[in-house]
């Protein structure tokens, strides 16, 4: 859908790629996530944003398969998700990037990505041990795309560095890379700014826009609120577990739930 | 392709392209095979036939890199690993004498085909758990296996099998050994191994054929670890959790891993019952097990030469030693704590672990303010 890369914020006119359809989730008595509806369309970039505790990782974890939940059901192109297994969710096009950062720590930054990239591959281990051709193409492959991973998030310089060596910053990066070499359709990234300064959150804003042009949609969880309305078409807002709103960043930014849930509090701390 | 006239497919991808390091690996291989033949002092073992503890050392270099692939690369602890082992001999010797005249050589297919199916009949139902609970499993099959071969009379019960069938002997040539009398070097015409006669004194031969396998299985672990397989293992192994969601249908890799390691270990198991001649319940002990651990865990788990030096170690050292009687035990007691205390990852740790230590020291070196040294990329 590249014409929604140029209807700009809050015009995003795509099908519905992902469907959260009354979503509820208790952990024992506690509801983490109670009827929960929202979509993601195709081409566009969603923020999903709350305070503290309102469930956005939670949330993502039920999308991504991570936990089931106890009512209703998450929705892929029309295929529900809820008896899915976790590689098959991936397989189907939905990646992650994980807020506490989770990188396979003794293997290099650039195996980390072919990883992510060997799900596109399925040659299995008599192709390995004959080194038949088509093996040694998917290899080359896989290879060639991560390296580009690599340059695109910015760390093609380190492929070769293990992941547990690489800066703070470059292990966010390479998060991406990874979840981005599995090919996805959705690529949902959960608070991929924590920890940065204003300097490098805008790089990195500006590295997810390039991501959402080359035709990934993604679901972007993230506290800063000047990052999120600069970057997204829609938001959705959590609060204990509920969607308190939904729409373009201009209305979010003047709904007096999301004020007295969230931005106020929010811009108290900023100042 | 290649300049050695070997089709470069072949050739492991460390090799390729290197004509010097394939000429040294050349001559390491040959040193190998000869290594028996050559009777260097101090080297050889004073109290024990050398050709015997080298077939001996072979096996174990063989069940090291199968365990390496369970513990090393996918992170499974499998403490009954010695079951699989005891599987591969038995079927050898039930084919080939207990109930059956098959020729040695046939039964080592089915030998490794019914340990690998054992190995997924463990793994299935037991991968789903994790740590020490797999570990506690996994010993509790080498113990099934031990105690159900003693207690079947259809497997021979506690006597065991004897006379398990050999290989087919090809008598070609006769090589004498070496000898070494004050310094110089004699070629001992008394002393010469009959090539490829498997007998019951001379076990040279048997160390050939397993040294043989040992190079095969060695080959085809590079060609595996350096594929999408062996990456999927090591994501596994390091978070089995994000593995699953980038992709990685962990629980197929693991049970994959485990039947590798199966079939190894059934392969070693045969190759060294055929030696052996007889084999009985009791030397497939929970003892064993923990021995092949230790080889893999002292030689560096994760790094191919590291377990292969390891499975060497725990038995030539003892047997080197056997001079010292039931001290020995102690002084190999004692190496494994010197061992544990100064080389925690063991003596041959993997490439990753080493480089990180390497970087380690250099921040550490920058934080106290001297200059590190230059490093190039």
Same mark, same amino acid.
């Given at each position: 859908?590249?014409?929604?890369?140029?209807?700009?914020?809050?015009?995003?006119?795509?099908?519905?790629?992902?469907?959260?359809?009354?979503?509820?989730?208790?952990?024992?008595g506690v509801a983490a996530l109670d009827d929960v509806s929202f979509e993601i369309r195709e081409g566009e970039i969603l923020g999903l944003i709350g305070p503290n505790g309102a469930g956005k990782t939670t949330c993502f974890n039920v999308m991504t398969g991570v936990y089931r939940p106890t009512r209703g059901e998450v929705r892929f192109r029309g295929r529900p998700l809820t008896r899915m297994k976790r590689f098959q969710i991936t397989r189907l096009g939905i990646a992650?990037?994980?807020?506490?950062?989770?990188?396979?720590?003794?293997?290099?930054?650039?195996?980390?990505?072919?990883?992510?990239?060997?799900?596109?591959?399925?040659?299995?281990?008599?192709?390995?041990?004959?080194?038949?051709?088509?093996?040694?193409?998917?290899?080359?492959?896989?290879?060639?795309?991560?390296?580009?991973?690599?340059?695109?998030?910015?760390?093609?310089?380190?492929?070769?560095?293990?992941? =547990?060596?690489?800066?703070?910053?470059?292990?966010?990066?390479?998060?991406?890379?990874?979840?981005?070499?599995?090919?996805?359709?959705?690529?949902?990234?959960?608070? %991929?700014?924590?920890?940065?300064?204003?300097?490098?959150?805008?790089?990195?804003?500006?590295?997810?826009?390039?991501?959402? !042009?080359?035709?990934?949609?993604?679901?972007?969880?993230?506290?800063?609120?000047?990052?999120?309305?600069?970057?997204?078409?829609?938001?959705?807002?959590?609060?204990?577990?509920?969607?308190? =709103?939904?729409?373009?960043? =201009?209305?979010?930014?003047?709904? %007096?739930?999301?004020?007295?849930?969230?931005?106020?509090? !929010?811009?108290? !701390?900023?100042? | 392709?290649?300049?050695?006239?070997?089709?470069?497919?072949?050739?492991?991808?460390?090799?390729?392209?290197?004509? +010097?390091?394939?000429?040294?690996?050349?001559?390491?291989?040959?040193?190998?095979?000869?290594?028996?033949?050559?009777?260097?002092?101090?080297?050889? *073992?004073?109290?024990?036939?050398?050709?015997?503890?080298?077939?001996?050392? @072979?096996?174990?270099?063989?069940?090291?890199?199968?365990?390496?692939?369970?513990?090393?690369? +996918?992170?499974?602890?499998?403490?009954?690993?010695?079951?699989?082992?005891?599987?591969?001999?038995?079927? *050898? $010797?039930?084919?080939?004498?207990?109930?059956?005249?098959?020729?040695?050589?046939?039964?080592?297919?089915?030998?490794?085909?019914?340990?690998?199916?054992?190995?997924?009949?463990?793994?299935?139902?037991?991968?789903?758990?994790?740590?020490?609970?797999?570990?506690?499993?996994?010993?509790?099959?080498?113990?099934?296996?031990?105690?159900?071969?003693?207690?079947?009379?259809?497997?021979?019960? @506690?006597?065991?099998?004897?006379?398990?069938? #050999?290989?087919?002997?090809?008598?070609?040539?006769?090589?004498?050994?070496?000898?070494?009398?004050?310094? *110089?070097?004699?070629?001992?015409?008394?002393?010469? *191994?009959?090539?490829?006669?498997?007998?019951?004194?001379?076990?040279?031969?048997?160390?050939?054929?397993?040294?043989?396998?040992?190079?095969?299985?060695?080959?085809?672990?590079?060609?595996?670890?350096?594929?999408?397989?062996?990456?999927?293992?090591? +994501?596994?192994?390091?978070?089995?959790?994000?593995?699953?969601?980038?992709?990685?249908?962990?629980?197929?890799? #693991?049970?994959?891993?485990?039947?590798?390691? +199966?079939?190894?270990?059934?392969?070693?198991?045969?190759?060294?019952? $055929?030696?052996?001649?007889?084999?009985?319940?009791?030397?497939?002990?929970?003892?064993?097990?923990?021995?092949?651990?230790? $080889?893999?865990?002292?030689?560096?788990?994760?790094n191919r030469w590291g377990v292969m030096l390891g499975a060497a170690l725990v038995v030539y050292l003892p047997e080197r030693f056997r001079g010292l009687e039931e001290y020995r035990i102690l002084m190999f007691g004692i190496a494994l704590m010197l061992l544990a205390t100064f080389r925690p990852q063991g003596l041959l740790p993997p490439r990753v672990t080493r480089r990180a230590k390497a970087l380690e020291r250099d921040l550490e070196d920058l934080e106290t303010g001297?200059?590190?040294?230059?490093?190039?990329?």
């Amino acid at each position: 859908m590249g014409q929604d890369v140029a209807a700009g914020p809050g015009e995003t006119t795509g099908r519905p790629m992902l469907e959260v359809d009354h979503v509820t989730l208790r952990f024992g008595g506690v509801a983490a996530l109670d009827d929960v509806s929202f979509e993601i369309r195709e081409g566009e970039i969603l923020g999903l944003i709350g305070p503290n505790g309102a469930g956005k990782t939670t949330c993502f974890n039920v999308m991504t398969g991570v936990y089931r939940p106890t009512r209703g059901e998450v929705r892929f192109r029309g295929r529900p998700l809820t008896r899915m297994k976790r590689f098959q969710i991936t397989r189907l096009g939905i990646a992650r990037t994980f807020q506490n950062i989770r990188l396979f720590k003794t293997m290099t930054a650039l195996d980390n990505v072919k990883v992510g990239g060997d799900t596109n591959s399925s040659v299995g281990l008599l192709n390995a041990l004959f080194r038949t051709p088509r093996q040694r193409r998917e290899e080359s492959e896989t290879h060639q795309r991560a390296m580009e991973l690599l340059e695109f998030v910015g760390i093609g310089r380190r492929a070769e560095e293990l992941a =547990a060596n690489l800066s703070y910053g470059d292990q966010r990066r390479l998060e991406i890379a990874r979840a981005m070499a599995t090919n996805p359709k959705l690529l949902c990234l959960d608070e %991929p700014a924590a920890g940065f300064n204003p300097a490098e959150k805008q790089r990195l804003m500006e590295l997810i826009r390039k991501v959402r !042009d080359q035709g990934f949609t993604v679901l972007l969880i993230e506290h800063d609120m000047r990052l999120v309305m600069g970057v997204t078409d829609r938001i959705v807002v959590l609060e204990f577990g509920r969607k308190i =709103a939904e729409g373009p960043p =201009a209305e979010i930014r003047d709904d %007096p739930a999301v004020i007295a849930a969230y931005l106020g509090v !929010d811009e108290d !701390d900023a100042s | 392709m290649s300049r050695l006239g070997l089709p470069t497919m072949t050739l492991p991808p460390q090799l390729r392209g290197r004509p +010097a390091k394939a000429v040294g690996v050349a001559v390491l291989v040959l040193f190998l095979y000869a290594l028996p033949l050559l009777d260097l002092p101090i080297v050889t *073992t004073p109290d024990s036939d050398f050709g015997g503890v080298l077939y001996t050392m @072979a096996t174990y270099v063989l069940v090291a890199l199968g365990l390496n692939i369970v513990i090393g690369y +996918a992170g499974l602890l499998d403490l009954g690993y010695v079951g699989f082992y005891a599987i591969g001999a038995y079927v *050898t $010797a039930v084919l080939g004498v207990q109930h059956g005249h098959w020729p040695y050589l046939l039964t080592i297919p089915v030998a490794v085909a019914v340990t690998m199916l054992s190995g997924v009949i463990l793994g299935a139902p037991t991968l789903r758990v994790r740590g020490d609970y797999l570990a506690i499993v996994t010993l509790g099959f080498g113990e099934i296996i031990r105690l159900s071969a003693k207690n079947s009379d259809w497997l021979g019960g @506690a006597r065991g099998i004897q006379n398990v069938p #050999k290989p087919p002997s090809v008598h070609l040539f006769d090589v004498p050994h070496l000898k070494w009398e004050n310094g *110089t070097v004699l070629v001992d015409v008394t002393n010469k *191994t009959q090539a490829f006669v498997f007998g019951f004194v001379d076990y040279v031969p048997y160390y050939w054929m397993a040294l043989t396998v040992v190079f095969i299985v060695l080959i085809a672990d590079m060609l595996i670890k350096s594929s999408r397989v062996g990456r999927a293992w090591e +994501a596994t192994r390091e978070d089995e959790d994000v593995a699953e969601v980038m992709g990685v249908p962990t629980f197929r890799y #693991k049970l994959l891993a485990f039947a590798m390691g +199966a079939f190894v270990g059934g392969l070693s198991g045969s190759i060294s019952a $055929a030696g052996a001649n007889f084999i009985y319940p009791d030397s497939y002990q929970i003892t064993v097990s923990v021995i092949f651990v230790a $080889a893999v865990v002292i030689g560096g788990q994760g790094n191919r030469w590291g377990v292969m030096l390891g499975a060497a170690l725990v038995v030539y050292l003892p047997e080197r030693f056997r001079g010292l009687e039931e001290y020995r035990i102690l002084m190999f007691g004692i190496a494994l704590m010197l061992l544990a205390t100064f080389r925690p990852q063991g003596l041959l740790p993997p490439r990753v672990t080493r480089r990180a230590k390497a970087l380690e020291r250099d921040l550490e070196d920058l934080e106290t303010g001297e200059e590190p040294q230059e490093v190039t990329s």
